[in-house]
């Protein structure tokens, strides 16, 4: 990997979290520098920068300091907390994805990577699989956040000849963060409430269906996505990317059958709106084509998985 070094913005969110450890084992921990706009927490074995993204100067500082050649910016206001607050959610999305990208253009970075969503697609996309070149309405401040956030990265990339790469994730479900501000957080809620107390109420109705993806999976499309030969991406926006779909009872019924005592209400909030003008199901048929992305984690094995880790992190709590 040379010279490369590289910055994470937004470091102590729910996929910088699990993005930093493999970074490190990439790159080294002296060439990742891990940012956040609130102080980290967690043992890093890297160096970590307070970093306020919306401000250009410090974006470009930090680049510039510690002669960054690849960003990955994951700071965003997420759905749920983007509804609360619909002028704050677009300004600090949009305000930090240009300053990214300004920076990538000056600096002449390598590579960038931004994430976008499965918050993009609205009504008009196909509910049970939203292909990839899907017109695009979505019906919250969030997705009109990441369709502007996608446009930005595809004109960047052709004004500039920049390498700006991108996924529309799903919910990513990982056991390394409680998520919040979300609408597909409470796949992640059900493991930890439902482990702490065998008791989880769910602001989804039982039968929505939404594409998620087990943060493994999520960790290895990025680093797969940023590592395939350029000449072989043909999307120049964003990938769709799909994991496993499943509803909130089909999870429940999953988890019972290791936690037979746990049980799921469901008292539908807001939340269930946003979910209901999402796809359930992705078409990822670029993504497999351009860099041969197949997801590891069916839905047996992802809730095997965050069940063994989640009551890790409890006992952690705990002792
Ligand atoms: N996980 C995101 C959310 O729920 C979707 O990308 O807002």
Redesign the pocket.
Known sequence: MGKDVVLVIGANGQVGSALIPRLIEIYGNYAVIASDIRPNIDNLSCRFLLLDATDPKRVYEAVNHYNVTIVYHLAAV???NAERSPVAGWDLNIRTVLNVLEVAKTRRLAKVFIPS???VFGPSTAQQEAQQFSYLDPTTV?GISKVATENWIFYYNRKHQLDVRSIR?P??IGSETIPSG????YAVEMFYKGLANDVYTCYLKADTALPMIYMEDAIRATIELMDAPKKDLNIQSSYNVEGISFTPSELAQAIKSHIPKLKVYYEPDFRQHIAQSWPCAINDQYAAADWNWKPNFDLFNTVKRMIEKVILELEKKTN
């Open positions: 997420l759905s749920a969503s499965i918050a969030y994730y919910g990513v979300g609408t597909t957080d």
